[in-house]
């Protein structure tokens, strides 16, 4: 193999031990636990937002947001639950450039896995200990899930994973929502026969066992827009997408339809600011039709502290250094025009 093995990482039940959740951490895991899968299961109609950096880049502007996004969603609790989004892997199309804080807790500094490991279990349990939140991050890595198991609320499979097997059956043994984007090109019935591989239970391998799973039946799907084939960003977030959507759900006989609905990425043209538009025309279309209302559950939104991005290096405290986001003052005043309308 064309490859160097430099260490054998710990396993994540030692790093759990190292880093353990109390039980009034896991108390409160649990009650957000239960109001989430009520959004998914059509029990309550309270809307999620799922929001926060492109990737987490550092710990310090990372809880400060967190704890800016506190305040905001105790004024807003009885209409919006929000998730914040810690992602700490980041894919990278073409393998180049920032791969994310589990890579490089520090960016401007070599990869360390094992740094990164331990950075991602405390920045994701400062979240919960200091701001009673569980997070969302994406599953890149199937294997590496269990590291963080215990902590996460919500775990998005990308575009460019939504086809892999082991990202299929290995959300077909969480406990928690699976959103599935569309993939990069597009076709919906990639993302359905998705969410219907992690609804359903499996015999499979998983980090050297194996291991069956029950089925995920809060798998769902993201709507994040796609490229056509000369390469444009095309979205679907409209009204005649979602009802595609739906009619693509009852074809599927799936349980707890439901979609999130990514303001950024291809939806926007990773214009970031068309992100305040998309999450308004979203939360119209809800009030305009009750078949979209009851489909939509919720947006995922790309924000930060400062508006737009940075080059890794950069010196802007909470600016992105990767895809551009939303600043903090456009994500508040967002964030309360939605409460308003919903």
Not at 81 to 101: F, Q, S, V
Not at 206 to 228: C, F, M
Not at 278 to 294: G, H, W
Request: glycine share 8%.
């Amino acid at each position: 193999m064309n490859m160097t093995f430099f260490r054998k990482l710990p396993i994540p039940q030692d790093v759990k031990a190292e880093l353990p959740v109390n039980d009034e951490m896991a108390a409160v895991k649990a009650e957000r636990d239960e109001e989430i899968r009520r959004i998914f299961t059509g029990e309550s109609d309270r809307f999620l937002l799922i929001i926060g950096p492109c990737s987490a880049d550092h710990r310090e502007p990372v809880l400060e947001y967190i704890s800016r996004l506190r305040g905001v969603a105790d004024r807003v609790k009885d209409k919006i639950l929000i998730i914040p989004r810690i992602y700490t892997n980041k894919p990278r199309t073409t393998g180049d450039g920032y791969k994310g804080m589990l890579h490089q807790p520090d960016p401007g500094e070599k990869p360390d896995l094992y740094k990164g490991l331990v950075a991602i279990r405390e920045l994701h349990r400062s979240a919960l200990a200091d701001y009673g939140f569980t997070c969302a991050d994406e599953m890149l890595y199937p294997e590496n899930h269990r590291y963080l198991s215990d902590l996460l609320a919500y775990v998005a499979v990308g575009a460019r994973s939504v086809e892999n097997q082991q990202h299929r059956l290995t959300a077909s043994g969480l406990n928690i929502p699976v959103g599935m984007k569309n993939p990069t090109g597009g076709d919906i019935g990639v993302m359905i026969n998705a969410i219907h591989a992690a609804q359903s239970g499996h015999t499979f391998i998983y980090r050297g066992w194996e291991v069956q799973s029950k089925g995920n039946p809060y798998t769902h799907a993201i709507l994040r827009g796609y490229l056509d084939f000369a390469g444009k960003s095309v979205s679907n977030y409209h009204y005649e997408d979602v009802l595609r959507l739906s009619d693509a759900y009852a074809a599927a006989n799936l349980v707890n339809p439901a979609v999130i609905i990514d303001t950024n990425h291809n939806n926007s043209g990773k214009r970031y600011l068309e992100q305040i538009r998309i999450a308004n025309e979203v939360v119209e279309n809800r009030r305009l039709n009750p078949d979209i209302k009851r489909l939509v559950k919720g947006l995922m939104i790309e924000s930060y502290l400062v508006d737009g991005r940075q080059d890794v290096g950069g010196q802007v405290f909470g600016q992105s250094i990767t895809d551009p986001c939303l600043g903090w003052e456009k994500t508040e005043q967002l964030i309360l025009e939605i409460a308003d309308k919903l």
